[in-house]
């Protein structure tokens, strides 16, 4: 087995970066990077001596800036990955439901999973998928902004909840410590949208939540909107 | 494969809590638990069903507290677990080098590696190993406390990378937000004590470092000395 996944914590925004890489070729991926802990990736992808073809985002960010256009400067052969409902000037690729990106021999095969945000997507490598804020452990992303709707984010979460029982999920965020989940442990046991939770108690449930906005939302999302290149 | 490993983030102490369970029998283990995440512990061991058999210490910890005592009564047939060097009454069972726990048909194998405390151990279930506060990612423990010898360090770390090479590494803490290793990057890449590293530059460079006593010391070392019950 030679593919290198590893979970990277930012407590900021207690978000997950995931750097994936084919440790015989040396491609490498990296999902959701955050421009606070963009040293620490390039150190660890330079000292591994990696080439990251695709700097990948879930969605949009509201509570944190990607550090994927800088990053794309230390690793000037990367490309700048987002869900093309998005319409980001500054990605490379924008991909749709279906498409493929290959690092080594390994696959990443993008889903579409709008609702969090209407450009959310989730990838699925292997026996993993990365589900950014559309499936979170035991919880969901909410929808109150940048196009969210939870109507989507049902139908999201049941398409992803057809990937095997097996599947281990690794979110964008966790707020208690948690690392990752599985597709079984979601439908068993996530009480927002698990398998007995109908589609419309969960958009009841879903619009009856008041939540602050995230603090960085207005600096965040027009940031990331130009792939985090505001900053400079 | 039936092993279910999560990693779980404390976030005051930087600390990893392990949990490890074969999903067939249901019967669980788990690595340094956290008074402060304790109950998300116990609401996770809950719902998954398992059956705790082992509450396991790498070491008696400086940084925080210990819920072993506290998740012994709710789960009442559980052990205590921690290696025999550390002479704690509190403990149901010590591990001397070799020993060796089952959960379901996963072994844990304990390992003597003194160093940052005269009392602590490495496990090794399968392809993983739980290194404490013993190899860090890029980094090792401190040894200026609790019996701490960096001469028995270097040796115990020796004696991990004896390890295969693909062998995942995970430690009891990081700082910086990585969550795991494997033998191979930590031969290649950890500046403290590599491969390259001798002896008596590691011994010298570890007994230079200074630092501030952990803020908890002379509370958690007496509480972790009773398994965490002085807390009642």
Redesign the interface.
Known sequence: ?SLLL??????TSSTYTYLLADMKTLDAIIIDAVDE?MQ?DIA?IR??GLNLKYIIETHVHADHITSSYLLKRYFTQAKIVLGSVNEIMCADILLNDGDILSFGVYTLSAMTTPGHTNGCMSYVVGNQVFTGDTLLIRSCGRCDFQGGSAEKLYDSIQKIFTLPD?TLVYPAHDY?????SSIW?EKQ?NEMIGLNVDKQIFVSRVNKIKLDLPKKIHVAVPANQDCGAKKL
Chains 1, 2 share one sequence.
Do not use: A, S
């Open positions: 087995m590893r979970p990277l914590f930012e407590k802990t620490r660890f000292e591994l097996e208690e410590g948690r690392t990752m442990e046991f």
